[in-house]
Structures are given as structure tokens and as C-alpha cells.
């Protein structure tokens, strides 16, 4: 077992006190990837700064704006009734995480801060155009949730930065978003996924987001893809030409969990299944 | 049809109160006053010379109480082949070599100090693939053998082979003939609970280990050489087995860190426990042996079979285990596994530098029945016959001798194939929707022991007290299958008390009489068999004891009656007369007489009787012992000859599955089994193997392999070596079980532990071919293959 | 903070208070088997992947093995020792289990028990689909699932009929 101490401060001043204090320390929320890591000898922190006791970090909050503590666990979000009833692809992406046991520590800023290709909570975030709030002592900004991954494991947070908040306008009522995940068994990491999202008014499609993960260093918008969908009156056309495009657009990598081919197809196969989806459910 | 009164019963097993309440204590759980916690270096190589190994560091680090080489420690062979060592000393040949360990006072410590050894080695080139090791010029994975002499080659001196009929006349024979190269993957067992031991010497010098085991009495062999190797001859090392977190075949050998164990104990003079995480087990415990196998079969133009010609070739990996031996039983199903009388097998293999390999369920035979049955349903096709009617002309009866001259005694799997097919809706019309699909295929395993070492035997305790429990001593092991829960059931029913009256003693060498071991689908037939033995002896003893002790203590009984039932007159009937053996009976832990009144004066508690015979003046007290070796023999597996079993477990499976042709995914729709069982002991526990079996099965089929790189194992966690959930099981199983009722097994059972799995893997590929008409020859089938195969398929159209 | 200094917390385990010193990177099995006795609860995998070492925390079933030590202050643990009643006698889910023949070599046992538990804690009336739900973080490798699947329904039932 890796030694490290373990801080558990009460406010973020407090949290950004320590960071400041402690080099090389990490921020821990839930700790399902933090943890793993320091068994693994990948990552050897000698301090670990809990956020998990910092009031207001995991309450959500629906208003004009939906805003969700980065400390919400992932069963939280599940259960929450305003999310389930407005944001039904993150709740969706949101039971496809791991298990139980899982989703009841892990949360939604971990899961993005770990920054992995195939964080599935990143995907229903990026097509639902959502913004992250970062913050350190000294300032605080509000990035498009697009712009904070930057490669595997790196995200845009500079040393002392906590992702605090995730933001979400209301989509408008002719919204619908599919979140498709396939992994090798059901609890996986998912080998492909997708998000969609269509506002459509009728059979036109007027806004379209795409996004994939596990097929390039980060979770991926798909824009070439959307490009063909937004605007036109969608028929079966557009969804084999969404799918090849999909195939085209991403670059995936052959793996011990799988190739680079398949990643590649499987990604064609659920974005096509997922604009139909999306589709069938708006013509519903 | 025999009515008993608690086999076949329902029952709950007498271990599960524990296990229900956490109270089960593993080897994780186990303590022992001043224990130590041992670590072990590895190889940073898969081939390479030991230049220098510097322990020093390790040593210094507060809390180590010893560090161990091969430098500091004698020499200990080990491996039926003796070609392993439980330290390496000049090279490694492995990944996961032991080149040191220590021995500290808490596990972080021990951790820390293994961290601080440095080995200096000498890479050597390393050879990963059979074909390649075989080819001249290769690398020498052992320059020498066992016995000092230089070797040539990578070739394992084990020879496999049978030739029965006449291979030539078979294929001039045969009007159809299919032929197909098919592979298993390396597979690891996952015992929930991890491999570990307890070592510890007491002030004379002898060992007691408490190891997770399937073969405490080899093992003691093989530790008590080790003493011997360092120096105690005449010590004994004593095995006892605690709660096992499964097996699965991964106990059927000594390991190297048993081993060491034992020398770090020795050298400490404390216990010294040492315990694999998840990853050491991935990675450093042998799992089950790879594959490749070349198999023709042919028929005539009715569909019977004519030959059958097959070519094994094994990656044996740097050390010789269990694994070694799997052509043994693959000779099983090639040789008689539907009848075939012309046929040709023969097995290689080779030393790489990829992990070495030991037993796991099936030993063998899920391999060869993999490429077998999936061949089979090649052939049907070729010679267009249906599979199950293809398979139904060539199955085999009972009574018949097989060209390995396994004696056939029962054999189910006329009813096995034709429940299948009921069961899959065989004959009803297949939806042409190109998506799904059913497939079946057979079995044949050892079900009445297996000789492949010298005894096949087990012995037995039965030990009465004054209570009228019976106090059991068997060397079998319990590793979650049930066998305490069948042995008591076999022991009530046999003797004639009731369950909860049988007590089970731990599985210790000091205690119990010797057992070769758990494996082999043996453990019931074995220790049923010897229960019933051991029963009769005493029901003999207690039967002629009561000829004159049984009447006084009715007399006893009767005063005390009439005592509290005044008016009551007892039945004309002479007591002392009707005493004879021969009119006793003994169930549910009361003796009466046969055929004589049913009052309840004359119903003796065991105990009482016991004490009876106890308390007396040149009292008694009743145990026994037998030792049973059943008929079967130790075949030639140079000449593939030899009936291995005393009797043969028959079963057929059949799948129906979804292909999704846009993902390759396969899901199973539902599964069937029908496995001839001889007779159902245990309902709760036979239904659990199957079932468990199957997972594995499935497993096997659709998700496992261990990923090997240059000798590497790359996925040495759960994340990436994916067992079945309880969502990948999500699928109606209808099982039935054939009773043959076989004359060999203990109340006509059989051996089933390992049946369950050996058909699943060729019973989905051949559903999979019904749907999609793709034919994977290569384990796991995933996506990936399914939708290249589809992307081909539709090339070659 | 020192490095190498125990901290000493203060949480209810199986209903009543414990007080313990834990290192700092200690996680809560580390405390329980290690420290406190309490060798029911079983380390797996280490990694989130097994269930074996599942407990409930304030109702909701967690890896124990991924469970930082000092997150545990003030909470409500159970673990599988909890669970008996005052006469030692097994609990509904576990007699369930002992009675469908859903336990062979018994390691995920008491993992797999503080999963269902948690799901029946919270819904009486489980469909399949929300066991099987339920059970996806809990490997077991001798039983299929099959028996263990039955034994929850059979403990949902009985417990729906208590109510």
C-alpha cells in the first residue's frame, strides 16, 4: 500500500491552502480512479486533499440554469428527478458507470477530471454544450466543456484549479439526446460510445451534436458528422451518411481491450443507432 | 426406483450458515501467533541470466526479519518433471520467476523491502510462440534436465499418443471428410479468493502449512521432500486445508511460493504467511494451458463416422505442470466421444518463455472438445445431415468398450442429445432472419475417479461418539463444490442417521487417511463410495454389539413407559429373541428392530446404545476406516490405452443465441444441458456445479483470454480479464439431469464437476455458425472475429 | 498532519461506536479486517472491480476497498457481521441464501449479501432487472449467478411479506 496523508478540509480556501502548502498533492473527490492509480504506481502523490467534506460541492440545483456540484455522485444524479426529466442522456450515461458500488462514491467532477478518452459522463455534457466552472483562490472562469480535456488524463485545470460546477442552459423542448455505450461485458469501460443530440422541428434536424468517446486521446465532438445532419430534413440517407463519416472522423487505437478497427466501426454503428433513435423518440 | 431418505433431497449444505455470516475463515483470515508476511521479488525478464542479486537494502529496512535467494537457501526442485525451482538461481525463463523474497513484520514493510532488491540480469533472446521454439537455432529454454544432462531442443519429453484401427482404410472409407485447426487461449482460473499459505516449523523441526490446496497428501510428498532438500530428512510436513475461496484446478500442484513459505518459516523460525493480491494471482499463478489442435474427421455416406485424426500441439511454457498432461484426457473425448474405430492422436509440447501452465477444470478437455464438436458440426454439414441426428447415428451406449478401452458401463447420452433437442425445439423451422441460431454438442468426462497417478484411492473415517455423531476424516477437499454437503448426506443415509449428526473434520494430513486429491470430478464418487463402505462396517459392528445390549436398554425403556403410562400393556412380543443382526435396522439415529412393533420403547437412540457400549467393563468404542481404490487404470499414455475411469459422465448442451451483425455481439438467447449424472446426490449443490460450470463455459466461449506479450501478461486485473457478470448470465438455463444409475457410483452416482463447461464453448459456436453462418476456430469468439468473419463472408459471396 | 501519524476517527459499525487510530492511507477494509477483527467483509481485487469487500456506508452498498479510511467519521457502517439478529440467528437475505443453494465457496458471499441488502433496504419489491442491477459489481465465480438471483427474490418476497 502507498503511503500518503490525507486531508479533509472544510472549505476550498482551505482545500486551496493545502494544494499551495503541499507540492504534488491531488485533489480526491470519490476517489474510484485516484485510488486505483496510487495501488498501480502510476500516479504517487504524497498527499491526497479530500473535497468530499466542502459544503455545496455536490448539491444540484435546476433553475434557469441546471448547475451540478462536481462532488454529486453518480447515483446522485441518477435520482435526481429534475435531471431524469431534463437531462435524461446524462442519467442515461450516468447508470452505464461501473456499478452500484461505483456510482454511490463516485462523482461527475471526477469522473471528468480523470480525463479518460472514455469518461462517460463527459459525452452527454459535450452534445448538451455544457460549461465546467473552475476555480482557484484567486479567480474563477467558465470554459465550454469542450475545451477541458486536453489529451489523455490532462485536462485544462491549471495545478491549483478545482472544477467546482457543471452548467447546463435547458435545452429547448424539441431536444432529444441518446447516450449508447458498448463495453466487452456489461461493467466496462466502454470499448465505443456515443451521445446524440437532435432538436428537431418536424423531420428537420436544427441542431446536431455528436460526440465519442474511446476513439481519440479525448472525448470527441463529431463535427464533420453534424454538419451533415444539421439543417437538413433527415431521412435514412443521413443516418448511413452519419455513420460513415462517424467511421472516418474518429481515430481510434488498437488496444488490450480491443482493436482499432472495430472502435471505428462500432462508433459508425451507434452514432447511426443513436440519431435514430433520437429520431424515433422525437417522432414519438 | 430406490427411496432414500436424504439423497436427492433437497438440502441445505452445512457450511453455509458460515460462509452466510462472514464467518468462514479463508487463508486471508488466518492468523497465527508471531506471524510474519512474505513477499516475492519477480523477474523484470522472460529470458535472462541472474548476474547479481544485491539484498541488501532490503535487508537493512527495519522490520525484515529475512531475505531469501537462491544464494542463501538449498536448492528445491520442484514439478513432476522436477524442472522448476522455488528460487531461480542462474536464469529466469519466465516473466514471473521467484528470484527472492522476504519475510517482515507487517505486509507494507515486506512490500517496501521487496522493492528494494536489485537484480542485476543479462537478457537473453526469448522465444514466445511453439512453432518457433521448435525450429532449430531457437533459444534453449532449459539447457539441462533434470538429471544434468545438456539438452537439444524446447521439446517437453512427454509423449501422448494413440493409434487405434487403421487410419488409412478409415479415410478410403470415409465419403465426407472436414478438416480444421482450432485454439483455446490461456485462462485463469479466478478463485474469488486468491493462492496463499501459512508456513510454520515447531521447535522439532516439523511443518505444519495451512495451504489453499486440492492435494494435501502430494503435496506433503512434495513438501517433505523439500525438508528433506534442506536438510530434514526426517521431518514431517503436516497439510491442513482451511475454508478455500475456490480451485478450480489451481491446487492441483505445489507452487513455488509454498515453498518459499516454508524457507522463509524455517529460516525466521515464525509463521510467515504469504497471500497473492489480485494482480500477482493474474499474473505469477499458473492458469490453464493453451491449445492448438489439427482435427480431420470423416464418414461414410450414411453418416457414420470412419476416422477421426488429430494433432495437439501444446505452448508448455518455462516449467512444467499439470498443464503438461492436458493431451492425456484430450485422448478421452478424441479416442470416446461418439464411435469412431479408426483413430489417430498425438500430442507435442514445447518449453517457451510464456508463463507455465496448470490444471483447471476440464484439464483438457474443453479444449479438444471444442475443436471435436465444432468439427463435427463442419462434417454434418458437409455430409448434409442434420448435427443433432448426425450425432445421435454416432453416439455411444452403454456396455461398450472404446478404442482407448475406456469401459463404457452406463451411458446417457442417447437421452443427454435427444433432451437437448426437445428442449431447443430442434426440428421446429428455423427463423430465416439470419440473426439466430441453435447449436448443441457432447461429452464425455471421467465420472467414476481418474487413475493418473499411481493410486486413484481414498480412505475414510467414521468415528461414533457417546452423542451419536458421527465424526468424519476425509482427505477430500471442500473448495465451494459441496463436498461436505454431499459426504454427510452420503454418511446419514448410508449409516442411518440424520445429517446434522455427521460432523466433517477439517481436511488435515495428521488426520485423515490419504486421498490423492480433489480433481477429476472425483470428489463425490470418492468420498460417497468410501462413506458407504465405512457405514455398512460400522452398522455390522453396531448390529452384533446390540444383539445383547440392544434388550436390556429396551427394557430400561419400557419400565420407564409403563411408568408414566399406567394401564398400558406392551405387545406380546420377546424382545431378547428378536435381537438378531440380521433383524436390526438403524435410520434417522434410532436402532429398532425391522419388523417388529412400532412402539417407541423399542426404538433405541444411537447414543444411548453407544454409551451402552462404552460404559461397561471391557467397553468399546466404534470407529472405522476404509481405504478404496476403485477399478480403474493407469492407461500408457505413450500407447493411449487404458481405462482411466471406472465409469464415464455423458452430457449434451445446446444454445440458442442472437447474432447482432452490425457489432459482432453475440447474446445467448437460452441455454440447455441434460448431463448424465448416475444418480442426483446433492440436488442444490449438483445443480450449482452445472450452473457454475457453465458461467465458466460461457466465459471460455465468449470473453476469456489472458493477453500475453513477449511472455507478459497484460490484462492482470478484473478491469481488463473479463469474467461473466450476473448480466452476462442473464439468460433462461433448463437443466435436466439423466439418471443412469451407474453399479460403480456410491448410490449410482457419478462424478459431474467438470462436465459442465466442456461442451459451452462448441455448443454457442455452433449456434453462432446456424445464425450467421460464420465459424470461429479460435477462443474467446468476439466481436471483433464475429464481424471480421461476417466482412469476409460477405467478400467471398 | 505528520506523516505517519494515526488519526483517530469515530464512526458506527453494525450499530454501535467504534473509535480507532488509522494511518492516513489506510482504506476502510484495512480498518475493519486489520484493525477492528472483522474478517467478514473480503478483499477481492483491490480495485473497485469484485464487490467482495462490499459494506453499506449510511445505506449505500460501497467498495470498502476504495473507501479512504478517514472518509468513514461520523458514518454508519454495516457489514455482514451486522446483519444477524439478537439471537445470532442469520437474517431473512441470508437464510435465503443458504436455503437456494446460492453459496459454494462462499468468498463473494458476503459481498454479494450487503449488495442485495442495500437494494431490498431501499426497494421492496425488485424486479429482475434491478437484482441483476444491483449484483453487476459483485464477481462470483463458482455459482453462475443462478441460485444467488433466486435467493434475493426469495428474500424480497419474504420480506414484502413481513411488511
Given at each position: 500500500?502507498?503511503?500518503?496523508?490525507?486531508?479533509?478540509?472544510?472549505?476550498?480556501?482551505?482545500?486551496?491552502?493545502?494544494?499551495?502548502?503541499?507540492?504534488?498533492?491531488?485533489?480526491?473527490?470519490?476517489?474510484?480512479?485516484?485510488?486505483?492509480?496510487?495501488?498501480?504506481?502510476?500516479?504517487?502523490?504524497?498527499a491526497l486533499i479530500s473535497l468530499r467534506s466542502i459544503p455545496g460541492l455536490n448539491s444540484i440545483d435546476t433553475g434557469e440554469v441546471t448547475r451540478i456540484g462536481a462532488l454529486a455522485s453518480i447515483s446522485d444524479i441518477i435520482q435526481n428527478p429534475e435531471l431524469r426529466e431534463d437531462f435524461p442522456v446524462l442519467v442515461e450515461a450516468a447508470k452505464s458507470l461501473g456499478s452500484v458500488q461505483i456510482r454511490n462514491v463516485a462523482t461527475i467532477g471526477g469522473n471528468l477530471c480523470n480525463c479518460s478518452p472514455c469518461a462517460d459522463m463527459a459525452l452527454p455534457l459535450l452534445v448538451m454544450e455544457a460549461k465546467v466552472r473552475l476555480q482557484t483562490a484567486k479567480e474563477k472562469r467558465e470554459i465550454p466543456i469542450d475545451e477541458f480535456f486536453k489529451g489523455p488524463g490532462e485536462s485544462c485545470l491549471a495545478s491549483h484549479e478545482i472544477l467546482t460546477d457543471i452548467l447546463l442552459e435547458p435545452p429547448p423542448k424539441n431536444t432529444k439526446a441518446v447516450f449508447m455505450k458498448k463495453g466487452r461485458v456489461k461493467m466496462d469501460l466502454a470499448v465505443a460510445s456515443v451521445a446524440v443530440r437532435l432538436d428537431?422541428?418536424?423531420?428537420?434536424?436544427?441542431?446536431?451534436?455528436?460526440?465519442?468517446?474511446?476513439?481519440?486521446?479525448?472525448?470527441?465532438?463529431?463535427?464533420?458528422?453534424?454538419?451533415?445532419?444539421?439543417?437538413?430534413t433527415l431521412t435514412q440517407k443521413h443516418t448511413v451518411k452519419a455513420q460513415r463519416l462517424a467511421e472516418d472522423n474518429v481515430i481510434p487505437i488498437t488496444d488490450i481491450r480491443s482493436t482499432e478497427e472495430y472502435r471505428r466501426k462500432m462508433t459508425g454503428v451507434l452514432v447511426k443507432r443513436a440519431v435514430e433513435r433520437a429520431l424515433e423518440w422525437s417522432q414519438a | 426406483?430406490?427411496?432414500?431418505?436424504?439423497?436427492?433431497?433437497?438440502?441445505?449444505?452445512?457450511?453455509?450458515?458460515?460462509?452466510?455470516?462472514?464467518?468462514?475463515?479463508?487463508?486471508?483470515?488466518?492468523?497465527?501467533?508471531?506471524?510474519?508476511?512474505?513477499?516475492?521479488?519477480?523477474?523484470?525478464?522472460?529470458?535472462?541470466?541472474?548476474?547479481?542479486?544485491?539484498?541488501?537494502?532490503?535487508?537493512?529496512?527495519?522490520?525484515?526479519?529475512?531475505?531469501?535467494?537462491?544464494?542463501?537457501?538449498?536448492?528445491?526442485?520442484?514439478?513432476?518433471?522436477?524442472?522448476?525451482?522455488?528460487?531461480?538461481?542462474?536464469?529466469?525463463?519466465?516473466?514471473?520467476?521467484?528470484?527472492?523474497?522476504?519475510?517482515?513484520?507487517?505486509?507494507?514493510?515486506?512490500?517496501?523491502?521487496?522493492?528494494?532488491?536489485?537484480?542485476?540480469?543479462?537478457?537473453?533472446?526469448?522465444?514466445?510462440?511453439?512453432?518457433?521454439?521448435?525450429?532449430?537455432?531457437?533459444?534453449?529454454?532449459?539447457?539441462?534436465?533434470?538429471?544434468?544432462?545438456?539438452?537439444?531442443?524446447?521439446?517437453?519429453?512427454?509423449?501422448?499418443?494413440?493409434?487405434?484401427?487403421?487410419?488409412?482404410?478409415?479415410?478410403?472409407?470415409?465419403?465426407?471428410?472436414?478438416?480444421?485447426?482450432?485454439?483455446?487461449?490461456?485462462?485463469?482460473?479466478?478463485?474469488?479468493?486468491?493462492?496463499?499459505?501459512?508456513?510454520?516449523?515447531?521447535?522439532?523441526?516439523?511443518?505444519?502449512?495451512?495451504?489453499?490446496?486440492?492435494?494435501?497428501?502430494?503435496?506433503?510428498?512434495?513438501?517433505?521432500?523439500?525438508?528433506?532438500?534442506?536438510?530434514?530428512?526426517?521431518?514431517?510436513?503436516?497439510?491442513?486445508?482451511?475454508?478455500?475461496?475456490?480451485?478450480?484446478?489451481?491446487?492441483?500442484?505445489?507452487?513455488?511460493?509454498?515453498?518459499?513459505?516454508?524457507?522463509?518459516?524455517?529460516?525466521?523460525?515464525?509463521?510467515?504467511?504469504?497471500?497473492?493480491?489480485?494482480?500477482?494471482?493474474?499474473?505469477?499463478?499458473?492458469?490453464?494451458?493453451?491449445?492448438?489442435?489439427?482435427?480431420?474427421?470423416g464418414c461414410d455416406r450414411n453418416g457414420k463416422l470412419t476416422f477421426r485424426e488429430v494433432e495437439v500441439l501444446q505452448d508448455n511454457g518455462a516449467y512444467t505442470s499439470w498443464g503438461a498432461t492436458y493431451p492425456s484426457v484430450m485422448m478421452m473425448p478424441a479416442t470416446s466421444l461418439y464411435r469412431v474405430s479408426n483413430v489417430y492422436f498425438n500430442a507435442r509440447l514445447v518449453y517457451t518463455n510464456n508463463t507455465y501452465c496448470q490444471a483447471m477444470r476440464g484439464y483438457g478437455n474443453p479444449e479438444h472438445t471444442w475443436a471435436l464438436e465444432s468439427n463435427m458440426d463442419e462434417l454434418a454439414q458437409e455430409a448434409g445431415i442434420d448435427p443433432f441426428e448426425f450425432r445421435m447415428l454416432n453416439r455411444n451406449e452403454s456396455d461398450e468398450t472404446t478404442p482407448m478401452g475406456l469401459k463404457v458401463s452406463t451411458c446417457g447420452l442417447k437421452e443427454c442429445l435427444e433432451t437437448v433437442a426437445r428442449k431447443l425445439d430442434w426440428k421446429k423451422k428455423r427463423a430465416k432472419d439470419k440473426r439466430t441460431g441453435k447449436g448443441m454438442a457432447s461429452l464425455i468426462h471421467v465420472g467414476g475417479g481418474a487413475r493418473i497417478y499411481r493410486s486413484d484411492a481414498s480412505g475414510l473415517i467414521l468415528k461414533l461418539d457417546d452423542f451419536g455423531n458421527v465424526n468424519v476424516y476425509h482427505g477430500g477437499v471442500e473448495m465451494g463444490q459441496g463436498l461436505h454437503s454431499v459426504l454427510s448426506l452420503a454418511v446419514a443415509e448410508a449409516l442411518g442417521v440424520r445429517p446434522e449428526k455427521v460432523l466433517i473434520n477439517p481436511t488435515d494430513t495428521g488426520t485423515c487417511p490419504w486421498d490423492v486429491g480433489t480433481h477429476a470430478s472425483r470428489g463425490a464418487f470418492m468420498a460417497c463410495n468410501t462413506a458407504i463402505l465405512a457405514a455398512n462396517k460400522l452398522r455390522s459392528q453396531i448390529f452384533e454389539l446390540a444383539e445383547e445390549l440392544f434388550p436390556k436398554e429396551v427394557e430400561k425403556n419400557l419400565k420407564k413407559f409403563i411408568k408414566k403410562n399406567p394401564g398400558y400393556t406392551p405387545p406380546d412380543f420377546n424382545v431378547p429373541k428378536a435381537s438378531k443382526r440380521e433383524r436390526f435396522e438403524l435410520r434417522d439415529g434410532f436402532v429398532f428392530i425391522k419388523d417388529g412393533p412400532q412402539e417407541p420403547w423399542l426404538r433405541i437412540e444411537l447414543g444411548r446404545l453407544l454409551r451402552a457400549i462404552h460404559f461397561r467393563s471391557q467397553g468399546q468404542m466404534l470407529t472405522t476406516e476404509v481405504f478404496y481404490d476403485p477399478p480403474n487404470e493407469l492407461p500408457d499414455f505413450e500407447r493411449g490405452f487404458g481405462n482411466i475411469s471406472s465409469t464415464y459422465a455423458y452430457g449434451a448442451q445446446g444454445a440458442e443465441v442472437e447474432v447482432d451483425t452490425e457489432t459482432g455481439e453475440v447474446k445467448i438467447l437460452r441455454m440447455v444441458a441434460a448431463h448424465d449424472v448416475g444418480r442426483v446426490l446433492d440436488p442444490q449443490a449438483l445443480k450449482g456445479q452445472i450452473y457454475g460450470a457453465l458461467a465458466q463455459g460461457v466465459g471460455y466461449a465468449l470473453y476469456e483470454k489472458l493477453e500475453s506479450q513477449q511472455g507478459k501478461i497484460l490484462n492482470h486485473n478484473f478491469r481488463d480479464y473479463k469474467i461473466p457478470t450476473v448480466q452476462e448470465m442473464n439468460f433462461p438455463i433448463d437443466l435436466e439431469f439423466i439418471e443412469t444409475n451407474d453399479s460403480y457410483g456410491p448410490f449410482g452416482a457419478k462424478g459431474v464437476a467438470e462436465p459442465g463447461l466442456v461442451p459451452t464453448a462448441p455448443a454457442i459456436a455452433n449456434a453462432i455458425y446456424d445464425a450467421v453462418g460464420v465459424r470461429i476456430r479460435d477462443l474467446p469468439i468476439t466481436p471483433e472475429k464475429i464481424l471480421a468473419a461476417l466482412k469476409q463472408l460477405k467478400q467471398t459471396k | 498532519?505528520?506523516?505517519?501519524?494515526?488519526?483517530?476517527?469515530?464512526?458506527?459499525?453494525?450499530?454501535?461506536?467504534?473509535?480507532?487510530?488509522?494511518?492516513?492511507?489506510?482504506?476502510?477494509?484495512?480498518?475493519?479486517?486489520?484493525?477492528?477483527?472483522?474478517?467478514?467483509?473480503?478483499?477481492?481485487?483491490?480495485?473497485?472491480?469484485?464487490?467482495?469487500?462490499?459494506?453499506?456506508?449510511?445505506?449505500?452498498?460501497?467498495?470498502?476497498?476504495?473507501?479512504?479510511?478517514?472518509?468513514?467519521?461520523?458514518?454508519?457502517?454495516?457489514?455482514i457481521e451486522g446483519l444477524q439478529g439478537p439471537k445470532n440467528e442469520l437474517s431473512v437475505i441470508q437464510q435465503a441464501f443458504v436455503e437456494q443453494g446460492a453459496i459454494q465457496c462462499g468468498f463473494c458471499t458476503p459481498g454479494m449479501i450487503m449488495s442485495a441488502k442495500a437494494l431490498l433496504d431501499s426497494t421492496s419489491d425488485p424486479s429482475e432487472e434491478d437484482i441483476r442491477d444491483a449484483l453487476l459489481g459483485n464477481l462470483c465465480r463458482c455459482t453462475g449467478y443462478v441460485q444467488i438471483v433466486e435467493a434475493v427474490k426469495k428474500a424480497a418476497a419474504q420480506l414484502k411479506g413481513k411488511q
Open positions: 500500500m502507498k503511503q500518503f496523508e490525507y486531508y479533509k478540509p472544510l472549505s476550498l480556501k482551505e482545500a486551496w491552502e493545502l494544494k499551495k502548502k503541499i507540492p504534488g498533492s491531488l485533489f480526491i473527490a470519490g476517489g474510484t480512479d485516484v485510488l486505483v492509480g496510487i495501488k498501480n504506481n502510476e500516479i504517487h502523490p504524497p428537431m422541428e418536424g423531420n428537420k434536424c436544427l441542431k446536431a451534436c455528436i460526440a465519442a468517446g474511446s476513439v481519440a486521446p479525448v472525448p470527441l465532438r463529431l463535427s464533420k458528422v453534424e454538419t451533415v445532419l444539421e439543417g437538413a | 426406483m430406490t427411496d432414500f431418505h436424504h439423497i436427492g433431497k433437497k438440502t441445505s449444505r452445512p457450511d453455509g450458515p458460515d460462509k452466510a455470516a462472514g464467518k468462514a475463515h479463508y487463508i486471508h483470515d488466518l492468523q497465527r501467533p508471531g506471524m510474519l508476511y512474505g513477499k516475492i521479488k519477480f523477474s523484470d525478464h522472460p529470458h535472462a541470466r541472474i548476474k547479481h542479486i544485491d539484498t541488501s537494502k532490503a535487508k537493512r529496512l527495519a522490520g525484515v526479519r529475512a531475505v531469501i535467494t537462491a544464494n542463501n537457501t538449498p536448492e528445491i526442485r520442484i514439478g513432476f518433471l522436477r524442472d522448476n525451482f522455488a528460487l531461480k538461481k542462474d536464469k529466469v525463463r519466465q516473466y514471473r520467476d521467484e528470484v527472492a523474497a522476504v519475510a517482515a513484520i507487517n505486509l507494507e514493510i515486506a512490500k517496501e523491502a521487496v522493492e528494494l532488491i536489485q537484480v542485476e540480469y543479462e537478457p537473453l533472446p526469448g522465444v514466445f510462440c511453439p512453432h518457433e521454439a521448435m525450429k532449430g537455432g531457437s533459444p534453449l529454454i532449459h539447457e539441462t534436465d533434470a538429471q544434468g544432462r545438456p539438452r537439444t531442443d524446447n521439446m517437453v519429453p512427454l509423449k501422448f499418443h494413440h493409434e487405434s484401427g487403421d487410419l488409412e482404410a478409415g479415410k478410403r472409407a470415409a465419403k465426407y471428410s472436414v478438416e480444421g485447426e482450432f485454439s483455446t487461449p490461456m485462462v485463469q482460473q479466478c478463485c474469488m479468493g486468491t493462492a496463499g499459505c501459512i508456513a510454520e516449523f515447531d521447535m522439532n523441526n516439523n511443518l505444519t502449512i495451512w495451504a489453499k490446496t486440492q492435494i494435501p497428501f502430494l503435496a506433503q510428498r512434495d513438501f517433505n521432500r523439500a525438508l528433506s532438500d534442506m536438510g530434514l530428512p526426517d521431518k514431517n510436513a503436516r497439510v491442513i486445508v482451511p475454508t478455500l475461496g475456490g480451485g478450480f484446478g489451481s491446487g492441483l500442484d505445489t507452487h513455488a511460493y509454498e515453498y518459499i513459505a516454508i524457507l522463509l518459516a524455517f529460516q525466521t523460525g515464525c509463521p510467515v504467511k504469504i497471500v497473492y493480491t489480485r494482480d500477482e494471482e493474474f499474473a505469477n499463478l499458473s492458469p490453464r494451458q493453451s491449445s492448438t489442435t489439427k482435427i480431420i474427421q | 498532519m505528520e506523516p505517519g501519524m494515526k488519526i483517530e476517527i469515530s464512526f458506527i459499525l453494525n450499530g454501535s461506536e467504534v473509535k480507532v487510530s488509522v494511518h492516513s492511507h489506510h482504506r476502510l477494509i484495512d480498518v475493519l479486517r486489520e484493525q477492528l477483527g472483522q474478517t467478514g467483509t473480503k478483499e477481492g481485487c483491490g480495485e473497485g472491480e469484485c464487490g467482495a469487500c462490499t459494506v453499506i456506508i449510511d445505506g449505500l452498498a460501497v467498495n470498502s476497498c476504495l473507501y479512504p479510511a478517514l472518509e468513514v467519521e461520523g458514518k454508519s457502517v454495516t457489514t
